[in-house]
């Protein structure tokens, strides 16, 4: 019998918090941590990766009959490795995302703050416009 794993739980949410993050990115329209330039791909992405790891956790080998019923992994550990999941994904989102538009070097429009910032630039230029307009006061 197959006995899911911390790691399988892991990638599991990983995957679809990934998805998850594009998803609410895509629909609120910041573009600073979309992965591709066109939304119609990041709402395939979303999909993609919230399915698909959804279908690969609880489908794969029928894993949701005959092992999630008998084994699986308690409470306090699924807590713990879907907050190191979650955060994990908002990480790589923040970052993959930054280094995909890095080629995109030019002055951020406004004088946007917090999230609100992400609607215009990468995660890394609205901190570095951040520390720069500190500097400046």
Same mark, same amino acid.
């Given at each position: 019998?197959?006995?899911?794993?911390?790691? $399988?739980?892991?990638?599991?949410?990983? =995957?679809?918090?990934?998805?998850? %993050?594009?998803?609410?990115?895509?629909?609120?329209? %910041?573009?600073? =941590?979309?992965?591709?330039?066109?939304?119609?791909?990041?709402? &395939?992405?979303?999909? %993609? /990766?919230? *399915?698909?790891?959804?279908?690969?956790?609880? +489908?794969? !080998?029928?894993? =949701?009959?005959?092992?999630?019923? $008998?084994? #699986?992994?308690? #409470?306090? +550990?699924?807590?713990?490795?879907?907050?190191?999941?979650?955060?994990?994904? &908002?990480?790589?989102?923040?970052?993959?995302?930054? &280094?995909?538009?890095?080629? *995109?070097? *030019? +002055?951020?429009? #406004?004088?946007? $703050?917090? %999230?609100?910032?992400?609607?215009?630039?990468?995660?890394?230029? /609205?901190?570095? !416009?951040?520390?720069?307009?500190?500097?400046?006061?």
């Amino acid at each position: 019998m197959d006995k899911v794993t911390s790691f $399988q739980y892991f990638i599991f949410v990983f =995957i679809a918090s990934v998805g998850v %993050l594009q998803l609410i990115a895509a629909g609120t329209g %910041l573009k600073g =941590i979309l992965f591709f330039k066109r939304k119609a791909l990041d709402y &395939l992405f979303s999909f %993609l /990766a919230i *399915g698909g790891s959804f279908y690969w956790f609880f +489908q794969w !080998h029928n894993r =949701i009959d005959t092992v999630m019923r $008998q084994t #699986g992994l308690e #409470g306090a +550990q699924q807590f713990l490795y879907f907050c190191m999941a979650t955060f994990a994904a &908002l990480v790589f989102t923040l970052i993959g995302s930054s &280094l995909l538009k890095v080629r *995109g070097k *030019g +002055q951020p429009k #406004g004088n946007r $703050q917090g %999230l609100d910032a992400l609607k215009e630039m990468s995660y890394f230029v /609205a901190v570095k !416009h951040s520390f720069r307009s500190k500097g400046d006061k």
